[in-house]
């Protein structure tokens, strides 16, 4: 078997497929369309669970301590209703046996050049600025034609470019599912003067929008996401949010906004995440588009990664097509039960959340209810 994989994105899938790759004893070359100093907005995926954390530690030693170290740990959730709080739970935040925290929240450009550096380190070559064209896969292995027109062959590829994949469309590979009828909009805001013990809260009906607000910190600042009510605007409801920055988050002393996008989340999953000939493996996104709820998308995306490397090594890729299918087909199930909660299209569901807020004074089960259901089933449910 050859020991050659290329890896087709340098996101953070694709750059932890290469050190898994590389940990497992193959060969690995990234191949990514953006140059190496491209500017990267935002701090899109932030939040790293301890299983994430584990698995970057697992192939390159020191690497998921570094990541957790970058970042920021909060030991508090908060959930009010209209401005009433009706749930708030605390849980320790140390180390467990592993010596990881239980998560940590950081700007993927943070986890991205913790990725870089690593690979760099590990003696990966990555070719930047040169995105895939063309992918022809064989019984023998696969070559992959470049936009500068340069030929790369190698045993397997392992697809990690995102969302609008080449690989994927160059495999004829259709998505499955459904789109959001909501829009949701998400601003980073630097952290001004953070509260001594950050939290993340959500709102119910936040009382100066009137709307769904979830606030997340991270290491340098705060993520707001406003859900839109449907037919709105977003970006009327964006500039109302800068507005009123100050209402929204009161905790922060001077808060600026420093990114602002609209998303319009999707549900879908590849009809297959490897090609007949066994030699092309999806991963992450190229594989499977998830809401945010419950920071399913990167996690589970890192977790294909590293499945990805151990299914070439072990000539396992048939395995690996069907068991990270299942994960994302139930952490698609997951994350969509989060959504239509959050959307609650029919009028029982709106009173069920309205009789809850108003009982969780004296019902502890009520306000867990309200507090859990916007990120969907446990990780403990749902395998990444």
Same mark, same amino acid.
């Given at each position: 078997?050859?020991?050659?994989?290329?890896?087709?994105?340098?996101?953070?899938?694709?750059?932890?497929?290469?050190?898994?790759? *590389?940990?497992?004893?193959?060969?690995?070359?990234?191949?990514?369309?953006?140059?190496?100093?491209?500017?990267?907005?935002?701090?899109?995926?932030? #939040?790293?669970?301890?299983?994430?954390?584990?698995?970057?530690?697992?192939?390159?030693?020191?690497?998921?301590?570094?990541?957790?170290?970058?970042?920021?740990?909060?030991?508090?959730?908060?959930?009010?209703?209209?401005?009433?709080?009706?749930?708030?739970?605390? #849980?320790?935040?140390?180390?467990?046996?592993?010596?990881?925290?239980?998560?940590?929240?950081?700007?993927?450009?943070?986890?991205?050049?913790?990725?870089?550096?690593?690979? +760099?380190?590990? $003696?990966?070559?990555?070719?930047? $600025?040169?995105?895939?064209?063309?992918?022809?896969?064989?019984?023998?292995?696969?070559?992959?034609?470049?936009?500068?027109?340069?030929? /790369?062959?190698?045993?397997?590829?392992?697809?990690? &470019?995102?969302?609008?994949?080449?690989?994927?469309?160059?495999?004829?590979?259709?998505?499955?599912?459904?789109?959001?009828?909501?829009?949701?909009?998400?601003?980073?805001?630097?952290?001004?003067? %953070?509260?001594?013990?950050?939290?993340?809260?959500? /709102?119910?009906?936040?009382?100066?929008?009137?709307?769904?607000?979830?606030?997340?910190? #991270?290491?340098?600042?705060?993520?707001?996401?406003?859900?839109? !009510?449907?037919? +709105? &605007?977003?970006?009327?409801? $964006?500039?109302?949010?800068?507005?009123?920055?100050? +209402?929204?988050?009161?905790?922060?002393?001077?808060?600026?906004?420093?990114?602002?996008?609209?998303? !319009?989340?999707?549900?879908?999953?590849?009809?297959?995440?490897?090609?007949?000939?066994?030699?092309?493996?999806?991963?992450?996104?190229?594989?499977?588009?998830?809401?945010?709820?419950?920071?399913?998308?990167?996690?589970?995306?890192?977790?294909?990664?590293?499945?990805?490397?151990?299914?070439?090594?072990?000539?396992?890729?048939?395995?690996?097509?069907?068991?990270?299918?299942?994960?994302?087909?139930?952490?698609?199930?997951?994350?969509?039960?989060?959504?239509?909660?959050?959307?609650?299209?029919?009028?029982?569901? !709106?009173? *069920?959340? !309205?009789?809850?807020?108003?009982?969780?004074?004296?019902?502890?089960?009520?306000?867990?209810?309200? &507090?859990?259901?916007?990120?969907?089933?446990? %990780?403990?449910?749902?395998?990444?």
């Amino acid at each position: 078997m050859s020991r050659s994989v290329l890896v087709a994105g340098a996101g953070p899938v694709g750059l932890s497929a290469a050190l898994a790759a *590389a940990a497992s004893g193959l060969s690995p070359r990234v191949l990514e369309a953006r140059g190496r100093d491209e500017e990267r907005a935002g701090s899109r995926a932030l #939040f790293v669970h301890r299983a994430t954390l584990r698995h970057l530690e697992a192939v390159r030693p020191g690497l998921g301590a570094a990541v957790a170290a970058a970042g920021l740990t909060w030991s508090t959730h908060r959930t009010l209703w209209a401005g009433s709080e009706v749930h708030r739970r605390s #849980f320790p935040t140390g180390p467990a046996g592993s010596g990881l925290p239980p998560f940590t929240s950081l700007p993927q450009t943070v986890l991205e050049d913790l990725l870089r550096d690593a690979c +760099e380190a590990s $003696g990966i070559p990555v070719s930047w $600025g040169d995105a895939v064209h063309r992918v022809t896969a064989g019984r023998e292995g696969v070559r992959v034609r470049t936009a500068s027109g340069a030929e /790369h062959r190698g045993g397997h590829l392992i697809a990690c &470019d995102g969302p609008r994949s080449v690989v994927r469309a160059e495999l004829g590979v259709a998505m499955a599912g459904v789109t959001t009828p909501a829009d949701f909009v998400v601003l980073d805001v630097d952290e001004g003067t %953070l509260p001594a013990e950050p939290e993340r809260v959500f /709102h119910y009906r936040h009382p100066a929008l009137g709307r769904n607000v979830l606030l997340v910190p #991270f290491r340098g600042g705060w993520r707001i996401d406003v859900q839109c !009510r449907a037919g +709105e &605007d977003p970006d009327r409801v $964006g500039a109302e949010t800068s507005r009123r920055l100050s +209402e929204v988050v009161p905790q922060l002393n001077g808060p600026r906004i420093t990114w602002t996008s609209v998303y !319009r989340f999707q549900q879908r999953v590849a009809e297959s995440f490897t090609d007949p000939q066994e030699r092309v493996l999806l991963a992450g996104e190229a594989a499977h588009l998830l809401p945010p709820f419950g920071a399913r998308g990167m996690n589970s995306g890192i977790a294909d990664a590293v499945a990805a490397a151990r299914a070439v090594r072990e000539d396992a890729v048939a395995t690996y097509g069907h068991e990270r299918r299942r994960a994302a087909e139930q952490n698609v199930a997951a994350a969509g039960s989060a959504l239509h909660h959050l959307l609650a299209p029919r009028r029982r569901q !709106r009173w *069920a959340q !309205r009789a809850a807020a108003a009982v969780a004074p004296w019902s502890p089960a009520a306000g867990r209810w309200l &507090d859990a259901a916007p990120y969907g089933p446990r %990780l403990r449910s749902v395998r990444y």
